[in-house]
């Protein structure tokens, strides 16, 4: 009887030690696969950071393109004109935010 527990309990340490292995290495691959990552990914001084200009700044962006805007659309009295000024606007607004405040970096 004696000699039966132990073959079991070989071969429940087996199984154990086996699983144990297993884990080992799932757990080595990841983290050589998260060191990867990190090797790759840039580093940036406000990596994830939104907010990149005061509050004014992004006020006066939203709302100076949406007075143009209106003023386009209250004093040209042409639509065919009102549309392309208005087209204009809206595609030089990013260019001219970038010119007049500068690309803030961080």
Same mark, same amino acid.
């Given at each position: 009887?004696?000699?039966?527990?132990?073959?079991?309990? !070989?071969?429940?340490?087996?199984?154990?030690?086996?699983?144990?292995? !297993?884990?080992?290495?799932?757990?080595?691959?990841?983290?050589?696969?998260?060191?990867?990552?990190?090797?790759?990914?840039?580093?940036?001084?406000? !990596?994830?950071?939104?907010?990149?200009?005061?509050?004014?700044?992004?006020?006066?962006?939203?709302?100076?393109?949406?007075?143009?805007?209106?003023?386009?659309?209250?004093?040209?009295?042409?639509?065919?004109?009102?549309?392309?000024?208005?087209?204009?606007?809206?595609?030089?607004?990013?260019?001219?935010?970038?010119?007049?405040?500068?690309?803030?970096?961080?």
């Amino acid at each position: 009887m004696s000699k039966e527990r132990a073959r079991r309990r !070989a071969e429940r340490l087996a199984v154990q030690e086996k699983q144990k292995a !297993a884990r080992a290495r799932k757990v080595a691959r990841r983290q050589r696969r998260r060191a990867v990552l990190r090797r790759l990914t840039p580093r940036t001084r406000n !990596a994830g950071r939104l907010h990149r200009r005061s509050r004014s700044e992004r006020i006066g962006i939203v709302l100076l393109p949406l007075a143009a805007a209106a003023a386009v659309w209250l004093f040209v009295p042409e639509l065919g004109l009102r549309i392309v000024l208005t087209t204009l606007l809206v595609l030089s607004a990013p260019a001219l935010v970038v010119v007049i405040l500068g690309r803030k970096a961080g």
